[in-house]
Structure formats: C-alpha cells, structure tokens
C-alpha cells in the first residue's frame, strides 16, 4: 500500500509512512491524547481556500508532497 501511494503521490515510500504515521496514528488513533507539537506551519482559511504560512508555533502538517511556504521577507533580512 506504501509503494502505490508513493507512486501516486510522487514520494518515496518512507515519507508516506512518516505520514501515516505521524498524522494518521496520532491523529486517529489515539484522539483521546493531546500530542501536538510544533510543526512550524499554520493553516490559514480564507474566503475561497485556504494556504499554508510559517508560524514558530503552528501545529498543522503540511499535506505530503506540497512545498512549505516561503519564509516571511522581514525573517530573510534579520
């Protein structure tokens, strides 16, 4: 099952098993627990969708295979 989502996703196996996992495992299984923990990344909904942005102290997983989003201009320059 790994290998055809890997396949699908365009991933390599271990990074959809790291996903499954992680997200999965954590998320489903064991509801009941709180294991958040900072990922770095923050999902914002708008109007029409949503995107991804940085934030030191966001818990949301990126989906697998998106690109995380550029870091903030005023980060770059400090």
């Known amino acids: 099952m790994e290998a055809a989502l890997a ?8 990074a959809v098993r790291t996903y499954i996992v992680e997200v999965l495992e954590e998320r489903l299984w064991r ?6 923990r900072a990922t770095g990344f923050r999902f914002v909904r708008g109007s029409h969708g949503g995107t991804y942005v940085r ?7 990126l989906p697998a295979g998106a690109q995380p989003p550029p870091d903030h201009p ?3 320059a400090a």
Do not use: C, F, H, I
């Open 7 to 14: 396949v699908l996703l365009k991933e390599e196996p271990g």
């Open 31 to 36: 509801g009941g627990e709180d294991r958040s």
């Open 55 to 61: 934030d030191p102290a966001g818990t949301d997983v």
């Open 74 to 76: 005023r980060r770059r």
